[in-house]
């Protein structure tokens, strides 16, 4: 293999496209908080990558954390039985200390072109010359957890993937209300996909029959209640939601993506955007969702949101340092800040 700098880090789309056009790599190194990701990605390259013959003896699966750089080494260099090459798995690379990384510089300064190894790890420091080595001779992938804004396209994707399809706002419904743990969602997803039989379309009402529709459903009419000023109705909710198990500094975390929401969608409109279309892709929303936010946007200036943002901040913080047992009464002290008289409101 040909030496080459170091190059951007490739996607996990890119792995496949590169695997799937009949290319091989002496290393991969796949890294990243994102676990979910990273492991599909990494059950679905040993497949592609574990030999045909007498797979059993010619694959190795090895932690870091419990075995010597001296034994990897031995494994690596340990020829093929009855197969052209062998699969050294190498997991938790994360544990592997400065000295180990030196050992190992020497399998990929002599790499052998009878062993494919596929290291992983949940995070890796790249100005150590290994992953250095291993970026420049092999194929590196990292693995992120999708932003906020970017999960319903991930959603949508891996509807697909698992044999049916999404709704837009159904996908925006169970961004908002899982957010960014993939493997939930992906759980989520098929258990809706279950609800509405094989090759359906999983719609808004499929995902509140099948996410707790009564606890977590009413999320979005906690927002909605706090968002017109409705305290009575908020209070209610905000206690049946704590009462069904969830947690405030879930239900605090969603209030305050819904505010950012309504100060953005009052930033469009008062710049002269009305069309619900083009504000719900600013937004990079459903436009099952974009009414009510442009409605809401106009019962309260953007000095009294961003009022109630600091609210919400300082309720996350409160939840964060008093504990469960004050979980209720800081919610209550929140609402009593989102909804103040009507007399702090006004009508755009």
Request: proline share 3%; charged share 25%; hydrophobic share 45%.
């Amino acid at each position: 293999m040909s030496k080459r700098s170091a190059r951007r880090r490739l996607s996990a789309a890119d792995l496949v496209a590169h695997v799937q056009a009949g290319k091989k790599a002496g290393f991969y190194l796949l890294y990243g908080e994102e676990g979910f990701d990273r492991e599909r990605a990494t059950d679905w390259l040993i497949q592609q990558l574990a030999p045909d013959a007498a797979r059993d003896f010619n694959t190795d699966y090895l932690d870091a954390e419990h075995i010597q750089a001296s034994d990897i080494l031995s494994v690596y260099a340990a020829y093929p039985t009855l197969a052209q090459h062998r699969l050294l798995v190498l997991r938790r690379c994360e544990h592997l200390n400065a000295e180990a990384c030196r050992q190992l510089e020497a399998m990929v300064d002599h790499p052998m072109e009878t062993t494919i190894v596929i290291a992983t790890a949940t995070k890796v420091d790249m100005r150590r010359r290994l992953f250095q080595q291993l970026d420049r001779e092999g194929l590196v992938v990292e693995f992120r957890t999708p932003y906020q804004e970017k999960l319903p396209g991930w959603i949508q994707s891996w509807a697909r993937r698992a044999g049916g399809s999404i709704e837009p706002a159904a996908a925006d419904m169970l961004a908002l209300l899982i957010g960014r743990n993939l493997r939930v969602l992906a759980a989520e997803i098929e258990k809706a996909l279950t609800f509405v039989g094989a090759g359906g379309c999983i719609t808004p009402d499929a995902v509140r029959q099948v996410t707790g529709a009564t606890a977590s459903s009413s999320v979005f009419a906690l927002a909605d209640a706090t968002g017109q000023g409705d305290m009575a109705r908020s209070l209610a909710l905000a206690r049946q939601l704590v009462a069904h198990g969830e947690q405030p500094i879930h239900i605090v975390a969603m209030l305050a993506r819904h505010y950012r929401m309504l100060l953005q969608a009052r930033s469009l409109m008062d710049r002269g955007m009305r069309d619900a279309r083009i504000i719900a892709r600013e937004l990079s929303i459903s436009t099952f969702f974009v009414n009510g936010y442009m409605e809401q946007a106009q019962l309260r200036s953007p000095e009294a949101t961003w009022r109630a943002i600091g609210a919400l901040l300082q309720a996350d913080s409160r939840l964060k340092s008093l504990g469960r047992r004050q979980g209720m009464l800081v919610l209550e002290l929140l609402i009593l800040d989102l909804c103040p008289v009507q007399a702090l409101y006004r009508r755009a």
